[in-house]
């Protein structure tokens, strides 16, 4: 041992604190009973006193062999535990209480240990010291192993979804072969042949319409439609259809959500800081548009991962790409959380989620904080992605103290507006440093003239206080520490009075300071008491105060100085928020009486001081009115996105033990997924955050799982259940697919058509898988009740979207133009941050669902109700619930019932009163098929019996309408209305 | 009456047949068969509760432990004084001492220490366990309110309500499993009731928003357009084109479920207007919680509805004070006043369900998401504080006239058997009988809890 302890000491001994190691290293090696040094003599008795006593007390509980579960796989019962460590690493390092994270933890620096409480802090010493020591510790029992599981990375390629696709079409024949099968009917067909199952006979042509319309577009066709199509007997009737539907404008309106929903996109930020997303609808926009242009999905992969990064031929693509990276930007923050690094953490982990689920179909979040459980990705590849987002800027600057604000980005703009906007801000910019720089000669003077005029300043802490004010610094440019405001609460029980003591009587000018704002109450009752007794002004704090932008005058009031004189700031009588901050009285001069004695030298000044300030004064005024002009002459700002940039500083990451940032483990070079690595290590620069690298990656042919995700999804939205049934999880955790060689088929051929997904679509809506009538056969459905193998179509409920848009269109109020910004009103957070806030005040529009604002915590009830995606998380797959919050809605909201009446209206006035055409025009219109012969009875017999007709006509048209109205409602409500056949 | 004359006995019967639109509730033995294919049909716990339900009092902005539940003659005697240690990170307090302006006196057989500002609830500390050592996530609100509701200050997790809903369906289908009276729309908002991936079902019901219950209403529960006649008229009509739809299609259970939840709605519809209708309280009770006293009538009538709701099934009422304990100034006017809000129903609330048997399976929390410091903010408020803070419970297999854990003499940090809202958490879930490492959920490829990887049940405060 000695030997050893001399070898390493020589080899290193050019560097001290490796000798340190090393001495350290050899005393552990004798610690193990070997030969017993002076100071493990000592060591060895503290330890038998003092901390195997400690230890079994406070630490064998959770870190010992005799419990099911050791926390933290950190064993404290042998010394090999310590040594090894747990998932934090090793617990001590002997000699060093400094670097022990035992000590760390006993001390509750970082982890808390243990959670219960602290310990006593003579034990906590006792630690130190033992750790001093070089942590003897006779221990010597092997410890347990805890068999780490490794990822074994190879075997996890073996997995289906990280296979390469099997492009080589199986040649399938199918005896009784059509030539109107398609090849993807084959893949089907040979499935369903191998349990003796046969395919559904094709739908009805009122069926196919209503069910292409709502899967191209997610409207209903007119009635017209419908017969036309019924009509019409030309061999392509059905593919003119589907072309004509992708044509459509208002397929981008359809598709685009599916993918809003997996981007989770929102008009708000949610979560405890509901701020307004301005610029979010651009992205919005932008999905619409890539889909109704068909744009190559593998570029609109790359343009939301790295599209600010991408190069570009024109301002436009420039400006579509960065508003591309919306898709890194619109999920919800924790925008106050005080601790910044954790809060940059927690939004990189959303973004490694959502790129994780979205594109590929993995659940990357587990990997936080372990290895993946059941996937093959281990905590380093997490932590090799989160390096590219922690190098990524997605916050930037505090909208309140403490709060967080999200990266903005300029937009290249047309070169005139630009010109124009340079202009303005350069003349403006002059403008406003003149007028700084006049302030501050105004205000320079004005001081040396206070100075000799005394001013008196009372900040609201000097103030009686009445009633439950609020305090704030929210709005800046107030006087003092804070200011208050009442909440807009408690109207006429709130008062703050300002004492007033004043060293010489005369008459003051009285300024009143508040922060301004357009919710502010306009009629502010100050009373003065003053010398000749009471005055009540009304002051209004919408504007900016005159004075230094801070004080408004409300008038001049004589005070003696040996009476008692306050200004009162009331909420009586006011609407709107009422501030209270401070007040100023200033002196002024009177012909009568002169401020005070001044010398000659202070008189001569003072006139000098006044003289000055007139054409201080006069100048300001001139500059301030010409501002004021420009302002009013502003061009258009330029447009802005919600969009990413490349961090300042970029770096790789070290993984955060257990997820917890503080927890620094080892770095990770910024990669990928190992298990579906493309090529070689990714080659990222150290001035890139890897964002163009990673859209590469995702968008390239060869990543196993990229278009398979997308085709799946393009597959659950027509045929109702995905290949695989689990859209957003390809993993082990995932379902398998019902048919492999289908979906590799439809991956590869969708690559081949340069990643169309209008092509994709119109493949599948032609088969005739996808025509099949629905109708249920008793013989198939004992072998495959969930319809897996596709012997018929699956039915399917209409998502909130169709429902709502469908009772707008049926009702002739349906407004298809497309949408702008859906938040334009809002300030900088939807409703007030307070609990009393009544929240956010829903706009009425007719416009599509699609713009419709979302903002977040304040979904639309008729939305929310019927599975509209949570936009809080990914969601390729929408739940399809039944509760009856959604029958209480369709029967009892007011929209359903105007609806009802307005398409009511639309009919009688189409066909008249007879109640049998009346009948068959509604079924016509929201069944998209006419009555059956009980249903006409039943319908007749509604509207007859509901009242008794009166004889005048307008009586009887206004009864009809309403007996009408209440049968429409009744279809609106009803499952038929909801299901897509 | 004039509707029903103008039906005929053929229509009353088949309305009765039905169970529709309060009429008759003779479905309701035809809904308990397909009890078992709902989500919210009562399940068994994993081991025998000793709760059956929860009240839960959330007093929003985080009351302060140090002027309510923890006397510190410290802070008193160091009054003004700088704080001998470190303070909490990123708060806007400095760290001046600042003595409760308000005295403290033991009360019960117990002595449980309460001070002057809760003259009604002291008298139920035999009643109540009082725990001084919480402690939480979150510096912010909307860290510490999510934090408290999820286990989560920072992911989208589901709310208790939600899990416990999840866990144990509801006794009365007729009613939600979940209310939520008056939540925050900041601060989380719906999150805070919400479900995140769990099936959407148990999401809380709202009433009100914002501490202020309004007309106590369901959302679309009711309408005001059409009579009670016409829309039985309307509900026959569509469940016999439903019933037609259903037997078109054959098999499906899509449309099969609708038309079952339409049937409950109306169930609903019926029943929950009584549930909600104050007015059916003796006069004496109303005036026990303080109805019709303009302090106390806002939170009265949300205690007096939270029993009421209890009492009719609902597994998890929460009610919800608004954001007025947040006294970063004023702390004496402001916890003076929400004092005189609260403290009289709630001491009511306690009685009543004694009372009524109740009590002994209920579980009431009494909690803000966070305490306020010891150390002075301004000139006369405190800053947040989840370093350390009180809570109490009651009811539902808790000890009673007790007190666990303490904080520093200062009361600014939980030194003493520390309980995390992890260990809140799993306790609430233990009492009901519910082990919360069981109660799992499997949602993008993992499975989650209502705790996550923490949590630990406090034995110590259970009979």
Known sequence: MQLLHLLISQRYSRNSSLVRAALTLSLLLLSN?????????????????????????????CHSDNKKEVKGELFLDTAAGWRKGGESGPAIVPGMPEKSLLLEALRYEGLEMPPAGRLPKQVVKDFERWIQLGAVDPRNKKSPSIVPRVIDIEKGRTFWSFQPLKTEVPNISVSDDKSSLTQIDRFVLNKLKKVKLKP????????????????????????????????????????KLVDTLLKSPQFGVHWGRHWLDVARYADSNGGDFNATFHNGWRYRDYVVNSFNKDKPYDQFVREQIAGDLLPYKSDEQRAEQMIATGFLMVGTKMLSERDKEKLRMDVVDEQINTVGAAFMGMTMGCARCHDHKFDPIPTSDYYAMAGIFRSTKTLEGESAKFVSTWKRRSLPARPDHQAAVDQY????????????????????????????????????????????????????????KNYLHDEQSG???????????????????????????????????????????????????????????????????????????????????????????????????????????????????????????????????????????????????????????????????????????????????????QVAMTSK?????????????????????????????????????????????????????????THPELLDFLAADFMRDHWSIKKTIRKIVLSHSYRMSSGHRENCWKVDPENQLLWRAHRRRLPAEAIRDSMLAMSNQLDLSPGKSPVPGLGTLVSTNSANAKGYQRQQTTKRSLYLPVIRNELPPILTLFDFADPDMVTGKRAV????????????????????????????????????????????????????????????????????????KAERLKVHKKALAQFIHILFASTEFRMQG | MSHYQQMNRRELLKLAACGLGGVSLSGLHHSESQAASQPLAPKSPHHLPKAKRVIFLFMHGGPSQVDLFDPKPMLTKHDGKQLPFEPAKNIDAVPKLLKSPWKFSQHGECGQWVSELLPHLSQHVDEMCVVRSMHSNGQSHGQAVCMMHTGSDNLVRPSVGAWVSYGLGTDNPALPSFVSLSPASGHGGPRNYGTAFLPAIHQATTIGRSGKLGNARIQYLGNQKITKYEQQKQLLLLQEINRDHLERLQRDEQVKGAIQSIELAFRMQSAAPEVLDLAQETKETQEMYGIGNKTTDNFARQCLLARRLSEAGVRYVEISTGNVWDQHSNLKKGHESNSLKTDQPIAALLTDLKNRGLLDDTLVVWGGEFGRTPIVQGTNGRDHNPQGFTIWLAGGGIKKGFAYGNTDDYGYYAIENRVHIHDLHATMLHLLGLDHTRLNYRYAGRDFRLTDVYGNVVHEIIA
């Not at chain 1, 003092?50 to 630490?59: H, N, S, T, V, W």
Request: net charge positive.
């Open chain 1, 491 to 673: 109207k006429g029980e709130k008062s703050v009075e300002f004492p007033i003591n004043i060293s010489t009587s005369a008459t003051y000018d009285v300024r009143v300071s508040y922060t301004p704002g357009n919710n502010r109450s306009n009629n502010v009752p100050v009373t003065v008491r003053h010398a000749n007794g009471e005055s009540i002004v009304r002051l209004n704090q919408q504007p900016q105060p005159k004075i230094d932008n801070l004080f408004t005058s409300i008038g001049q009031f004589p005070f003696k100085s040996d009476q008692r004189a306050t200004v009162t700031i009331s909420n009586r009588d006011t609407s709107g928020y009422v501030i209270a901050d401070a007040i100023q009285l200033v002196q002024v001069e009177t012909q009568k009486k002169p401020v005070k004695k001044r010398s000659a030298a202070e008189e001569k000044q003072y006139q000098q001081t006044k003289k000055l300030l007139e054409p201080i004064k006069t100048a300001l005024k001139t500059l301030e009115a010409k501002l004021k002009q420009l302002s009013a002459s502003a061009p258009k700002p330029l447009p802005q996105a919600l969009a990413a940039d490349e961090f300042s500083e970029i770096s790789d990451c070290n993984i955060c033990v257990r997820g917890e940032y503080k927890n620094k483990g080892p770095m990770v070079k910024r990669s990928f997924l």
């Open chain 1, 33 to 61: 009973g070997v030969c017993v040094h002076a100071d493990d003599a000592k060591g060895i008795e503290l330890f038998e006193s003092r901390i195997r006593p400690a230890l079994i007390k406070y630490c064998y509980e």
């Open chain 1, 681 to 737: 290590t990714p080659s990222i620069g150290k001035t890139e955050s890897g964002r163009r690298q990673l859209a590469d990656w995702i968008a390239n042919p060869k990543h196993p799982l990229t278009a398979r995700v997308i085709v799946n999804r393009i597959w659950y939205h027509l045929i109702g259940r995905g290949i695989v049934s689990s859209v957003d999880n390809f993993g082990e955790l995932g379902d398998r697919p």
């Open chain 1, 881 to 952: 619930t039944n509760v009856p919050a959604q029958a209480l809605l369709l029967m009892n909201s007011p929209f359903v019932m105007d609806c009802s009446d307005h398409a009511a209206a639309k009919i009688l006035k189409a066909v008249g009163d007879n109640n049998q055409n009346l009948v068959t025009a509604t079924y016509q219109l929201i069944f998209s098929r006419p009555p059956t012969e009980k249903e006409m009875r039943k319908g007749v017999e509604f509207l007859q019996q509901q009242f008794s007709i009166p004889n005048e």
């Open chain 1, 425 to 480: 801000e350069k003349t403006k910019n002059d403008l406003e440093k003149n007028i700084s720089t006049t302030k501050k000669q105004l205000r320079e003077a004005t001081a040396q003239l206070a100075h000799i005029s005394p001013v008196l300043t009372i900040d609201d802490s000097l103030a009686i206080i009445k009633g439950d004010w609020k305090s704030s610094t929210l709005s800046k440019g107030y006087i003092g």
């Open chain 1, 200 to 239: 559904a006979a094709e739908a009805d042509r009122r069926t196919l319409i209503r069910r292409l319309y709502f899967d191209l577009i997610g409207l209903p066709p007119q009635p017209s439609d419908v017969d036309l199509f019924v009509n019409d007997t030309s061999q392509d009737a059905y593919s």
